[in-house]
């Protein structure tokens, strides 16, 4: 067997994702191990992975299998090469053939026979071959819509349910939350994917743009970015031209903000389903987990090698606000890829702040002004003196801040 291929085992249980690794290995196949789906999702994003065994019964002691399935309908929605064999314990007849039904290639049965599990390894990279050759499109490898916060949950169930549909939808959240991704992945799952995703960019839309981008999506979708920003002279116009055009429109205001800038007549037609995106902030763990995900994608995007996180970089990216939430992240693991060093990545690899703890452990000055003027110093100096960031990041208003800076003659 070629030595290019790559096996991903999906298991808690050590031991036995040890005994699939000796084994495979010995037989000429590169093999990564992931104890849960979260670390699966993060090696995955990395690297293309050949063939997925994947264990159904998570949780010591659950049979039901529910955290497998779910994680094998992303794998087959998220990729329709995705070649996954699911491993069940004695009694899984019922759930492994539930799992094919859901789109496994194969299943073994636990415990296994050496022979049995190479043979059904061999056959799964034999079917992945030949899904590879006769793929249409190449895999877009930075499109999965990651996270397993409540917020995402809700977001991912209803683009399943609502993207194949012909329902307008409208995508709410603030700056770099992921609306322009939702787009795409609704896109992807409706009856609209194989035409080409036509985008307004409301903001530069005048009659003759909408005239030019309304005609290349008759029939099918067009994409409305930062609806909200669209001119209030264009609103009928605009309105006249999307008949028969399923629309998905993206903002960063909510709905009343929204019913306030482009009215009643216009949110009706584009605001049927909401799919409203939390700042990351109240997304919890998943800002870890995105930046286990971009900094393995960057290492191997950019040749580097994928260090680990030391354990103050995890707290310090768990606990810090994201001001432009997704988007930052990524910028910053990025950054801390091309320009990092040292074993392990540190806080100054993220330029990010310590936490208050931290900070008052390091600086045992109890002035607070002091504390306070060195405290907005640093915002400052950390969003380039951008005084909107740099109070949201604070948790002050703009005036509040104005007001604090002419104090300290800042
Ligand atoms: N949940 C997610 N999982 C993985 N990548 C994500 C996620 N959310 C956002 N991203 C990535 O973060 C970046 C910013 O997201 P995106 O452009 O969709 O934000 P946006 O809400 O449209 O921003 P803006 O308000 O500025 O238009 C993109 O590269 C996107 O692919």
Redesign the pocket.
């Known amino acids: 067997m070629s030595t290019e291929s790559h096996i991903l085992v999906v298991d808690d249980d050590p031991d036995i994702a040890k005994a699939a690794r000796l084994l495979l290995e010995r037989h000429g196949m590169r093999v990564s191990t992931a104890a849960s789906p979260e670390e699966a999702w993060v090696l995955l994003a990395g690297e293309p992975v050949d063939v997925i065994l994947l264990d159904l019964n998570f949780a010591r002691g659950r049979t039901t299998g529910e955290e497998g399935f779910a994680m094998l309908d992303r794998l087959i929605a998220g990729d329709a090469r995705a070649v996954v064999i699911v491993v069940t314990g004695h009694s899984g007849i019922a759930v492994a053939v539930r799992a094919m039904r859901s789109g496994a290639t194969d299943f073994v049965i636990k415990p296994w026979n050496n022979e049995r599990l190479l043979t059904t390894v061999e056959r799964g990279l034999a079917l992945r071959r030949a899904k590879l050759e006769t793929a249409a499109t190449p895999r877009v490898p930075?499109?999965?819509?990651?996270?397993e916060s409540p917020g995402?949950g809700r977001a991912r169930d209803l683009i399943a349910r609502v993207a194949p549909t012909a329902a307008p939808i409208l995508v709410h959240?603030t700056?770099?939350?992921?609306?322009?991704?939702?787009a795409r992945l609704i896109h992807q799952a409706s009856a609209h994917a194989h035409l080409p995703l036509v985008t307004l960019d409301a903001e530069a839309a005048d009659a003759a743009v909408i005239a030019t981008q309304t005609a290349a999506a008759a029939g099918g979708m067009l994409v409305i970015?930062?609806i909200d920003r669209l001119p209030r002279a264009f609103h009928g116009v605009l309105l006249a031209a999307l008949d028969g055009i399923r629309v998905v429109a993206?903002t960063?205001l909510d709905r009343a903000g929204l019913r306030a800038a482009i009215g009643e007549d216009l949110l009706d037609r584009v605001g049927t389903i909401e799919i409203a995106?939390p700042p990351l902030v109240d997304r919890t763990g998943d800002a870890l987990l995105?930046a286990r995900?971009f900094l393995a994608l960057f290492a191997y995007r950019h040749g580097k090698p994928n260090r680990p996180l030391g354990d103050d970089a995890a707290h310090a990216i768990a606990t810090e606000r994201w001001p432009d939430n997704?988007?930052g992240l990524?910028q910053t693991m990025e950054r801390a890829v091309l320009l990092g060093n040292g074993e392990a990545y540190a806080i100054a690899d993220f330029r990010l702040s310590p936490d208050m703890a931290e900070l008052q452990s390091l600086a045992p000055d109890l002035s607070l002004a002091r504390n306070e003027e060195t405290l907005i110093t640093a915002a400052l100096e950390r969003h380039a003196f951008n005084v909107s960031r740099a109070a949201a990041q604070l948790g002050l208003t703009r005036a509040a801040l104005y007001r604090r800076m002419a104090r300290y003659g800042l």
């Open positions: 930075d499109g999965i819509l990651l996270g995402i959240g700056a770099g939350t992921g609306k322009t991704l939702i970015d930062h993206t960063r995106l995105l995900h997704v988007r990524r």
